[in-house]
């Protein structure tokens, strides 16, 4: 089968073909039709991701595609059933194996290219922001990044929520994207004094940061009191440092999120979680935006888009046309 395989870190991955995979005791093997690609797929390029598998390894974090086998001892899905999976590895794949606890059911009425980005991005807003930080109808919340794979999301949940959201992305045309997703006011990042402006509209219960600096020191200073800190990711480079005189006068609380981790220690309420989204969906409160669908032949194409920062929402990979009757 053909993949896209990473054989040492800060190479180019390449299209390769290598033996398919089979399902072990509590896995499924799904035929991909498509993968979403995340900061993290950067990340593991360079080497300097924090779950970047033993090289060589096939890349792709998160995929939707069609049951095609059961492992021994797995209950709850038939082959032919489709899925959405966060993989970990191995989605950049025509096909590909799962734990069965990290697979949730789709609905009839949600494509496979738009679930295949839908996980990862989703799932890290819905629990930092319900989990994590308990974000409350009426407040404020300040997202960094808003036109991103996860900061789309995060506007659009906080807003499904009764949060009153502030994007801050660069240039008019991802604000107006953030505004269609629900944000109540916009701040171009571009050329605007951040901490100031933030005051100006009264400040903020909430930030959910996926930048990192320069744009997390202002908005931390932003805060009201007893305000938190989500610190998601750092795709600006830099990783904030947090003064404690700061958080200690304001009864500030810094959280950190890595969605991921929770199937260590909690794959419950990551499955709970989206399965609670994918409700959502069903109901129309979230629709998810996918910039740009590639094929799989040009994977390349979709990874640039990311390190240039050229897309807004998600960026897919189309690994094959198998989509079924809805």
């Known amino acids: 089968m053909r993949a896209i395989r990473l054989t040492a870190p800060g190479a180019e991955p390449e299209l390769t073909r290598i033996d398919p995979p089979r399902p072990g005791p509590g896995e499924i093997a799904i035929t991909v039709a498509a993968c979403g690609l995340n900061f993290a797929d950067l990340l593991m390029m360079q080497g300097s991701y924090q779950d970047t598998p033993a090289l060589p390894f096939t890349m792709g974090m998160e995929l939707a595609g069609i049951v095609a086998e059961l492992g021994p001892g797995v209950s709850g899905f038939v082959p032919g059933q489709r899925v959405a999976a966060f993989a970990g590895q191995g989605a950049l794949a025509e096909v590909a194996v799962c734990a069965a606890n990290r697979c949730v059911p789709l609905p009839d009425s949600m494509p496979l290219t738009e679930a295949a980005g839908f996980p990862v991005a989703y799932g890290t807003s819905h629990l930092a922001l319900g989990h994590r930080a308990g974000l409350r109808a009426g407040e404020t919340l300040l997202v960094l990044g808003a036109a991103g794979g ?31 997703a629900g944000a109540h006011e ?47 990711g750092f795709a600006g480079g830099k990783v904030p440092q947090f003064p404690a005189n700061i958080l200690l006068v304001k009864n500030l609380t810094v959280i950190g999120l890595y969605w991921g981790a929770y199937l260590n220690f909690a794959p419950e309420t990551l499955t709970g979680s989206l399965r609670a989204l994918l409700a959502m ?26 390190r240039a920062r050229k897309s807004t929402g998600k960026v897919v990979i189309e690994v094959a046309q198998i989509e079924t009757k809805r």
């Open 150 to 180: 996860v900061g789309l999301t995060a506007v659009e949940i906080g807003a499904a929520m009764g949060a009153r959201v502030i994007a801050v992305a660069r240039g008019a045309d991802r604000l107006e994207i953030a505004r269609r």
């Open 186 to 232: 916009g701040i171009d990042s571009a050329d605007t004094d951040l901490r100031a402006a933030l005051r100006a509209l009264g400040g903020i219960d909430v930030v959910y940061d996926a930048i990192g600096e320069p744009l997390a020191t202002p908005a931390l200073r932003a805060l009201r009191p007893e305000g938190r800190f989500l610190a998601i």
């Open 281 to 306: 969906y069903e109901h129309g409160r979230i629709r998810p935006h996918v910039s740009h669908i590639l094929p799989f032949e040009r994977f390349a194409e979709g990874v640039e888009l990311l």
